[in-house]
C-alpha cells in the first residue's frame, strides 16, 4: 500500500461493499476466542493449505465479497485469483486461500484496518 489515504480509500469502498460479510467473520472469531487478524492469514504446512481453526464459512464469503469489490475499475492487482472465486461458490479452497493472499500482499493495511 503506497500510503495511508490510498489504503482508507479501499478500506471505505471495501466496508460499503463488505461490511455484513466482516461482521460475521469478526464475531464468529470473537466467539471463537481467536484473533480476527491472525484468523484471516491462510496458513500452510509443507506446501498444502490448511484449514482455518474457526469461522472458515464465514472467512470464505468475505474473500469473496472483497474479490468482487476489488475487481471495479481503479483496483488493478489479483484481477485473476479474484476472478476465479468472487461469485462462484464452487471455488476451492485453495483458489480462496490463493486470492486472499494475494489480497493480503497489496491491500493489507485496508483489510486489517477493516476486520478490527
Not at 46 to 70: I, N, Q, S, W, Y
Not at 73 to 101: I, R
Request: proline share 5%; with cysteine; hydrophobic share 40%.
Amino acid at each position: 500500500m503506497p500510503n495511508d489515504c490510498v489504503a482508507w480509500q479501499v478500506q471505505k469502498h471495501l466496508i460499503k461493499e463488505c461490511a455484513p460479510f466482516v461482521t460475521q467473520f469478526t464475531r464468529c472469531s470473537s466467539k471463537a476466542d481467536k484473533d480476527v487478524v491472525n484468523l484471516m492469514e491462510p496458513r500452510f504446512a509443507d506446501g498444502k493449505l490448511l484449514p482455518l481453526e474457526a469461522c472458515g464459512a464465514e472467512h470464505t464469503e468475505m474473500v469473496r465479497c472483497a474479490a468482487k469489490a476489488l475487481q471495479e475499475p481503479g483496483y488493478d492487482k489479483c484481477l485473476k485469483t479474484f476472478e476465479a472465486v468472487s461469485g462462484a461458490s464452487t471455488a476451492s479452497p485453495a483458489q480462496v486461500a490463493k486470492a486472499w493472499t494475494c489480497a493480503l500482499r497489496y491491500y493489507n493495511q485496508s483489510l486489517e484496518q477493516m476486520a478490527t
